[in-house]
DNA sequence: TGCAATTCGCTTTTTGTTCGCTATAATTTC
DNA sequence: GAAATTATAGCGAACAAAAAGCGAATTGCA
């Protein structure tokens, strides 16, 4: 995944002030060091380059970046190297060598589990039996995520997520399946899903 | 692990008087040399220090504090607890056992790749644009796998692999899509897909 | 019994996150 | 190649959540 030149300033300041200081700097003070005015942008910079596995942190943890030395990139079975794209009648395109990708590029540094499938509530959205989701543990969900959902106390189901006023609208992704509407006070949201992972036998 | 500013001055203060005095200090000792009125204060840095691994004490120990010399660390791993099991109207099941899932248990120790889908030909198979396919790296097929195919050294597609005679079936899994029929000598494989990885934005 | 460590509830400060919006560059699609 | 889409880069403000702090009461080692 190539890198902006911007992602490499920015890279470079955090180096250096983490070889300075020994902790790593506050959005403010990033912004302050790279001339930015507002931490969404800051934000947004350490985000794409904690995507492109250039750096770790933790969510919402103060001064918890950690800047992967190069070379420290794993190349093990956890991580696959991206070879490129494939469509129907279309060649492969140029494998980008730096390209990669790993469990960690769907979950990132959030609290998750995964979860084995069954059952087709899901499956127009091309979620089947067998296959596990990837949940992020939270208690709260935006609108049209799909989630995993605690219902009246005994039902966990995934469905897609609709809040309308009071109450909530557990959608699944099959014609063949009603949606689930309860009031918001008898559900409770498990996790969202950030991503799918299939094996085939 | 990443540390906070006042961490690193309150674990620089630990050392320097390690170093002068060959005792660590009391509570209350780090309190003065910190400018902290609240020996709660002082024990909450001590007690993050300790999770981020940084020193190691004996709980309810005076001067029990040792500070540990960067070296041991660990990074989270790609691994994710497998929590159990979700079906549409029914409860997950319980999640005794110590399972877990990572990319390593779809992939092996093959040799493997990842390739970005385009396109909706296999999305009968619920294998969608924008999903990851896993791909072994291999020169055969057996019948009816998933396989990534260069047909007349042009083409490379996602197809399911039948072999009829000299011929060889790439079927498409998309009832609008017509499958590919050619001799043998005019397709090579490329890899079989092994797992499927797809990640939400 | 006495000093040091722990725990509790609570406040303040610091730091991150998100939203809406603008603009430009790069990429895909038609 | 033009048009549409997606990615990068940026702003300010409202908001949410850790980190850091306090005093006082309590517990535990020795």
């Known amino acids: 995944m190539a890198i902006t030149r911007r992602q490499k300033e920015i890279l470079d300041f955090l180096n250096a002030f983490v070889t300075r200081n020994g902790y790593s700097p506050s959005f403010e003070e990033i912004a302050r060091g790279m001339g930015l005015k507002s931490l969404a942008t800051v934000h947004k ?73 069954r059952g087709d509530s899901m499956r127009d959205e091309h979620i089947v039996s067998g296959d596990y989701v990837l949940v992020e543990r939270t208690r709260t969900a935006r609108q049209g995520e799909i989630v995993v959902a605690l219902v009246r106390g005994t039902e966990t189901t995934l469905k897609r997520y609709y809040s309308e006023g009071n109450m909530i609208r557990l959608q699944p992704a099959n014609l063949e399946m009603e949606p689930i509407l309860v009031p918001a006070t008898h559900v409770s949201i498990q996790g969202r899903v950030l991503g799918v992972l299939r094996k085939y036998r």
Chains 1, 2 share one sequence.
């Open 45 to 117: 910079h350490i985000s794409n380059l904690e995507k492109k596995g250039l750096l770790d942190r933790v969510h919402n943890r103060s001064r918890s970046i950690d800047v992967i030395p190069p070379g420290t990139r794993t190349r093990s079975s956890d991580r696959l190297p991206l070879a490129g794209r494939i469509a129907a009648g279309h060649p492969v395109e140029a494998p980008e060598t730096y390209e990669s990708i790993s469990l960690h590029d769907v979950v990132g540094n959030r609290d998750c589990f995964a979860l084995e499938v």
